[in-house]
């Protein structure tokens, strides 16, 4: 279906008239340059003057099946386009590059089967294998001359990965591992893309030979014939049915029943069992088989910014639309965005946007710095990105599917609808608080972390840059609060200082009543989770207000204004939010909270007129958005009644189950 084009809703293109700053300055600061701006736009021409977006029936009409189908069929020329024009323009080195993830959205309401080939199968190959294995499979990969997943969780264990039960057992005699499913939990689950599509995969599995257990590493398996596609004897593998979104995906299931693979297909790079069985323990670090694991996790940041700046573009244009209620009698309907509760539930969403985005950046590059340093042996900086990496992770996706909610509600009742897109948003971002490593195992492994940093800035050891504020707590210096950008960074880095305090007492009291370390850990895994998530609210606010400030140093005066009245947007509401634990932390007083909620009603009142400009700034494509209610036009009843209209239900005017069923039932012979 292509929706029709419209002139411009009035409402909104006043909106555009009131805009006080140059939008494609701050587009290219969130691009990385101008240049960086144009490649993106370059690459969304390309698909979009494909034709693949368009559907002759609304995704959403579609069954699972028809939905499925043609999510491979979109996903096959896709790939096509990403060998040819594609590469000419990114190059095949930077197939990673944000502007492919984010065009895929062009294609899909849901998302691709392919998905995790490019996200973690090709990664996963490029950090896990040697050279001689990267010569092979890499360039298959890139070619895609085969299809791969990556099966790590299993029906009985997640985030637990030490708790696999999938093995792969050296067979000496024929220089082959047997990869076996011992029990019913042990079947993999949940891999996208491994329900009816791909070929081959990464799969995670305890290691046996010669009688020992080594833990879990990675092995290459193909699990379906190449030609036919059938799956490989020895091969249990299918769809795991219905779910609350990705319903595309084909996520699967996976079982071996004593299947064999070569030696070699074991990813070598950082672990080896040799012909005769001989296990070679990792050269440097035995967690840099996680390195995969963290990458994904950076990338979830990255797709916590898109999805929430699609979903508050949807409700922010939506909102100068639509009108409602009187303010005074037989005055007009105001725009629901005038509504100082509408600013409220959205532009927190936008300034959290921007927030997640930087912090996305920065923790890539940290992520870039990270490997660098394992390259040349240091793994001082390790434990430090994977504590960031895991609570940002945790953060990150669950404020933005909270804000993403927030944004549906703001619809109204068109927001439950299909067509606006949200249910699509939210339903996948909902998903990413859990994958990947859920929640609240996260915040716990970044407790982990400081807890450890609290003990070593106790002993009079440096600590990592990002936890440097204990030191100064342990020095006794106090938080004196102040309403500044700084004093309120200060003042939340108190507040995690002072409960990770209290979690490190906790936990050596009760040690001192008998318990042992571990069961004195768990008692207090309430507090180390507020701890974490804590720490986690210092870095993005601290992030947040150092990258504005870097990126806008050449921009112009209104431009800086603009992003600096979001940052301190942010900084106020969570202000708001946590006025109980800075009460506790911080010498903060009813009189600066006073403040600070006048501060936070009139930024809502100066960001008003740049709204809808500022979401024009996510420079977001209609075909990307996908919503009858956050279209460029601003057209949302046209677009709502077109939708409605093309629904295959209104294909025939009375339906056939009136004449089986209903007629009957009205007259008594059913």
């Known amino acids: 279906m292509v929706l029709k084009k419209y002139n411009i809703n009035p409402d909104l293109a ?24 144009s490649q993106r736009r370059k690459i969304e021409d390309v698909v979009l003057k494909s034709g693949l977006c368009h559907d002759d029936v609304p995704e959403e009409c579609m069954s699972l099946k028809e939905r499925y189908e043609n999510a491979v069929r979109k996903s096959c020329f896709f790939s096509k386009l990403m060998k040819t024009e594609l590469q000419e323009i990114t190059g095949i080195e930077d197939f990673e590059t944000p502007a492919i993830r984010r065009i895929a959205d062009a294609l899909f309401k849901d998302i691709s089967p392919f998905l ?19 010569m092979i499979w890499l360039p298959k990969a890139l070619d895609l001359q085969i299809i791969g997943g990556y099966a790590q969780t299993e029906l009985g264990h997640g985030t637990f990965i030490r708790g696999l039960e999938t093995t ?42 010669k009688g020992v257990c080594y833990g879990t590493h990675l092995f290459m398996v193909q699990i379906r014939d190449l030609d036919t596609h059938m799956p490989l004897p020895g091969i249990k593998v299918g769809e795991i049915g219905p779910r609350m979104g990705f319903s595309s995906a084909d996520n699967g299931f996976l079982g071996f029943n004593n299947f064999r693979i070569p030696r070699n297909n074991m990813l070598m790079k950082h672990a080896q069992v040799q012909k ?94 990270v490997l660098s340093d394992m390259k040349k042996g240091d793994v001082g900086t390790l434990p430090e990105l994977h504590a960031l990496s895991s609570c940002l992770k945790a953060v990150c996706t669950s404020d933005a599917a909270l804000l993403i909610e927030q944004c549906r509600y ?27 490593g859920d929640y609240t195992i996260l915040l716990l492994q970044t407790a982990r972390f400081l807890v450890k940093a609290w003990e070593q800035a106790e002993a009079g050891k440096t600590v990592t840059p990002t936890v440097s504020y204990i030191s100064r707590s342990l020095k006794g210096e106090k938080n004196s609060w102040r309403s500044t950008d700084e004093g309120i960074i200060k003042s939340f880095q108190a507040v995690a200082a002072g409960k990770i305090a209290l979690c490190v007492k906790s936990i050596r009291d009760r040690m001192k009543s008998g318990l042992d370390y571990e069961d004195a850990w ?71 909270i006073d403040f600070m909620q006048r ?35 601003g057209r949302v009843y046209e677009r709502l009644m077109e939708q409605a209209e093309n629904n295959p239900m209104n294909a025939e005017p009375v339906n056939q189950s009136f004449h089986k069923y209903i007629k009957p039932l009205l007259q008594g012979k059913l």
């Open 410 to 436: 703001a619809c109204g009742g068109h927001g439950y609808m299909l067509s606006s897109n949200l249910p699509y948003i939210y339903s996948f971002v909902a998903a990413t608080r859990t994958y990947e």
């Open 14 to 37: 006043l909106e555009r008239q009131k805009c006080t700053f140059d939008i494609e300055e701050i587009i290219n600061i969130f691009d990385g340059g101008k240049e960086k701006t």
């Open 116 to 134: 995790l080939h490019l996200g973690m199968f090709v990664p996963t190959i490029i950090g896990q294998c040697t050279s001689e294995q990267l």
């Open 599 to 633: 501060q936070y009603e009139e930024l809502l009142q100066h960001i008003r007129p740049n709204a809808v400009a500022l979401v024009d700034a996510f420079d977001l494509r209609d075909e990307i958005l996908h919503s009858s209610l956050g279209a460029y036009d």
């Open 522 to 592: 768990l008692l207090t895994t309430v507090q180390l989770v507020d701890a974490a998530e804590a720490h986690c609210r210092s870095v993005i606010l601290e992030t947040y207000c150092n990258e504005v400030r870097r990126l806008t140093k050449s921009s112009s005066d209104n431009v800086k204004i603009v992003m600096h009245q979001l940052v301190t947007l942010y900084l106020s509401y969570w202000t708001l939010q946590r006025t109980g634990d800075l009460l506790r932390y911080s010498s903060i007083s009813e009189k600066d």
């Open 168 to 209: 792969a057992t050296y067979d000496a005699d024929t220089e082959e591992f047997v990869l076996h499913t011992p029990t019913l939990t042990a079947h993999k689950w949940w891999a996208g893309g491994l329900g009816k599509t791909i070929n081959h995969c990464i799969v995670v599995a305890q290691l046996y030979t």
């Open 276 to 369: 005769d069985g001989t296990y070679v323990k990792p050269a440097r670090h035995g967690k840099l088989t996680y390195q995969t694991m963290v990458f994904v996790r950076v990338t979830l940041v990255n797709e916590a910014a898109f999805n929430l700046s699609k979903a508050v573009t949807i409700a922010v244009r939506y909102s100068a639309v639509r009108r409602q209620s009187e303010m005074r009698p037989n005055e007009p309907e105001p725009q629901i965005l005038d509504y100082p509760t509408q600013q409220h539930k959205l532009f927190i969403g936008i300034a959290t946007a921007h927030a997640f985005q930087l912090t996305a950046n920065w923790l890539w590059n940290t992520f870039k710095s």
